[in-house]
């Protein structure tokens, strides 16, 4: 059974900044693509930002909405992955989750077919 766990989810004002934490296990971290997803009160499922670790050599793939915002950073020796969020927005409120799965790429990062989740961690930006 994968163990993988997200923290760092906190209660903000509009324009600060978070850092949310993936620790998992060795079968979690053994996969090639790696992700943030949130999803929010009444709304689907969706994707944040990916990392393809291999053969993609750390490309990453981020949605519109967060784009020059958030970055996914990693710390391969403690098993982490980190989703650093800044000038975040109440639109960003939503429960985030990390992911992971064998492979993805631009058309497919952004799905919700991911085979290990987390069991998310809640990000709320008041104005």
């Known amino acids: 059974q994968v163990h993988v766990v997200e923290s760092g989810g906190s209660s903000v004002q509009a324009g600060g900044s978070l850092r949310l934490s993936c620790a998992g296990d060795?079968?979690?971290?053994?996969?090639?693509?790696m992700a943030w997803l949130r999803q929010a009160p009444g709304k689907e499922r969706e994707g944040v930002a990916a990392?393809?670790?291999?053969?993609?050599?750390?490309?990453?793939y981020y949605s519109d909405a967060v784009k020059g915002r958030l970055t996914i950073p990693r710390d391969n020796a403690q098993n982490t992955m980190y989703l650093q969020m800044n000038a975040l927005k109440p639109e960003d409120t939503a429960m985030y989750y990390c992911a992971a799965r064998p492979s993805c790429d631009l058309g497919s990062w952004s799905h919700n077919s991911y085979l290990y989740w987390g069991p998310g961690t809640q990000v709320t930006v008041s104005s």
């Open positions: 060795r079968s979690f971290f053994s996969m090639a693509c």
């Open positions: 990392v393809l670790i291999y053969p993609g050599s750390g490309t990453t």
